[in-house]
């Protein structure tokens, strides 16, 4: 489901608890890798994290499904939540939201990379190097780590380093997931100097024709990423004890999709590499028994 950007007409502002409320709910009807909203959260946060939830993805179904004017849309979406700092929001995901971000100390500036993410996504179709797609990460990926940071109490450049690393490693594994579903919306994010150096033709991605060299350049992506997350790992010993499972589960869920890819010898133009329930549950199950062994 798309939620509109529109601002909705002549609507009263919601009550906080009501805007509180439809967040949790928007959070819960939609599903990832690894529920956003993990149930495992202290009670107090859930709310905190469900709102900014709630924008990240209706952000994201903006720029990946809305019909219409993307860039149009997106520009309401910016306005609108640059005019609810200074007037009561009648939308309930923004209320709640400049709540949070007064609560937590959470600048806009990571909501509006964000938002321009999504254009960049109306405007950008391959992206030539790595370092290009590296800077991509900077609007689409990194900010959500720090939104998680400061809503953990975290605003310090240390532990956002880290982060950085594993979210750009989470974004890299759904790039890599993902790229047969990406074809089908006319984008590729497989940097086209990756293509040049193992000779893969994009003639050849295009006809999903699953080539040797296709599945050598996926083996070398798949290994690249898990760096990010091998050093973004240190992140797991430094926050507070009552959300030490949440985090490496994050971390773990983007694992998991690379071993899924793996697990297809790198093809994923034929089909899209996906994690069971079972083993989503496994992987919970096994953090947390590390977790208590631990102590």
């Not at 993990?38 to 994290?49: A, G, M, T, V």
């Amino acid at each position: 489901m798309v939620v509109s950007a529109a601002p909705p007409a002549a609507a009263a502002s919601p009550s906080l608890g009501a805007a509180y409320a439809w967040c949790l709910e928007f959070a819960k009807a939609h599903q990832e890798n690894f529920t956003v909203i993990s149930w495992l959260l202290p009670r107090d946060l859930r709310p905190h994290f469900a709102a900014v939830y709630a924008f990240c993805r209706m952000t994201d179904d903006l720029g990946d499904e809305a019909e219409g004017d993307r860039l149009a849309l997106l520009d309401a979406w910016e306005a609108e939540f640059r005019a609810s700092a200074g007037r009561p929001a009648s939308r309930p995901v923004l209320a709640a939201l400049r709540h949070t971000m007064a609560a937590y100390r959470i600048p806009d500036e990571l909501f509006l990379r964000l938002i321009e993410a999504n254009r960049i996504d109306q405007r950008k179709r391959r992206f030539a190097t790595f370092a290009e797609l590296l800077d991509y990460c900077s609007y689409s990926a990194t900010p959500v780590g720090r939104m998680v940071l400061a809503l953990l109490g975290y605003h310090d450049e240390e532990r956002g380093r880290l982060a950085d690393d594993i979210c750009i490693g989470l974004q890299l594994a759904n790039f890599w997931q993902d790229v047969s579903r990406d074809l089908e919306k006319g984008r590729g994010y497989i940097p086209l100097e990756d293509l040049a150096s193992f000779g893969v033709r994009e003639e050849d991605i295009l006809a999903r024709r699953v080539t040797g060299s296709f599945r050598l350049l996926m083996r070398f992506e798949v290994q690249r990423t898990r760096e990010y997350f091998r050093r973004g790992a240190a992140l797991e010993r430094l926050v507070d004890r009552r959300v030490r499972l949440d985090v490496p589960l994050f971390r773990l869920g983007g694992e998991a999709v690379l071993d899924a890819i793996t697990a297809r010898c790198y093809d994923t133009l034929s089909g899209r590499p996906a994690i069971s329930r079972r083993r989503k549950a496994w992987l919970a199950a096994r953090e947390g028994i590390r977790l208590l062994v631990a102590g």
